[in-house]
Every structure is written in structure tokens, then in C-alpha cells.
């Protein structure tokens, strides 16, 4: 039997699970990366920062690295003049998969009109 929201979480949530998770998305740009990479599952350096108005090429760089070094994106460097550096989900990312879809459909409840 299903219980409320409240009875769930406190049952299988701890606050210390929640923490370390935010502790790797956190920032303003994470989340929108990990999204985009969803969508289109393999995404050059470029293609990111063309999908994301208003990032610099700077911040995209320490938030691709920070992912990676977090295990949720893969870095695919290929040996090749002009370089070329693909970006992708790790299995660790793909498991966001569920947390994404929750976090917009609570968005998306939140802007409809009454």
C-alpha cells in the first residue's frame, strides 16, 4: 500500500543521500547540461554551448569537468586536428533520468494557470 509523500520519503530518504546528490548538481548550469545531454544523448563541446544562452565558455568547461569528475558525464577526446571532444551520460547519469522527469513535471504544475 502506497502512503502519503511524506510517510514514503521518511521511509527512504535520508538527508544525507539528498545532500551529496544536490552537492553534485548544484550550480545553475549542471542540471541544464545533464538535460540537453538526455535529449541528445552525445553532444560536442560547441553543440553544448550553442544549446545554453548565456553560459561562457568558461563556466561550460568547469561544469563539464565537474561532472566528470563526479562520474556523471564521460569525456570522448578524439585524436584528431582540429581537436574534437564529445560529451555523454554515464551510466551514473542516466540514472538521473527519474529525478529529471520528477523535477519537470513539478515545474511544469507549478506554471500552469490556475
Same mark, same amino acid.
Request: proline share 5%.
Given at each position: 500500500?502506497?502512503?502519503?509523500?511524506? *510517510?514514503?520519503?521518511?521511509?527512504?530518504? #535520508?538527508?544525507?543521500?539528498?545532500?551529496?546528490? =544536490? +552537492?553534485? @548538481? %548544484?550550480?545553475?548550469?549542471?542540471?541544464?547540461?545533464?538535460?540537453?545531454?538526455?535529449?541528445?544523448?552525445?553532444?560536442?563541446?560547441?553543440?553544448? *554551448?550553442?544549446?545554453?544562452?548565456?553560459? #561562457?565558455?568558461?563556466?561550460?568547461?568547469?561544469? =563539464? +569537468?565537474? @561532472? %566528470?569528475?563526479?562520474?556523471?558525464?564521460?569525456?570522448?577526446?578524439?585524436?584528431?586536428?582540429?581537436?574534437?571532444?564529445?560529451?555523454?551520460?554515464?551510466?551514473?547519469?542516466?540514472?538521473?533520468?527519474?529525478?529529471?522527469?520528477?523535477?519537470?513535471?513539478?515545474?511544469?504544475?507549478?506554471?500552469?494557470?490556475?
Amino acid at each position: 500500500m502506497m502512503g502519503t509523500a511524506e *510517510e514514503v520519503c521518511a521511509s527512504s530518504c #535520508t538527508v544525507d543521500y539528498v545532500q551529496a546528490g =544536490l +552537492r553534485v @548538481l %548544484e550550480g545553475r548550469w549542471k542540471l541544464v547540461i545533464v538535460s540537453h545531454l538526455f535529449r541528445n544523448s552525445l553532444l560536442r563541446f560547441s553543440e553544448l *554551448e550553442r544549446l545554453i544562452p548565456g553560459i #561562457t565558455q568558461k563556466m561550460l568547461i568547469q561544469q =563539464l +569537468r565537474a @561532472l %566528470e569528475a563526479d562520474g556523471v558525464v564521460e569525456r570522448i577526446a578524439h585524436p584528431v586536428v582540429p581537436p574534437h571532444v564529445e560529451y555523454r551520460l554515464t551510466p551514473d547519469g542516466l540514472g538521473l533520468e527519474g529525478a529529471l522527469i520528477a523535477l519537470d513535471d513539478w515545474a511544469r504544475t507549478r506554471h500552469q494557470p490556475a
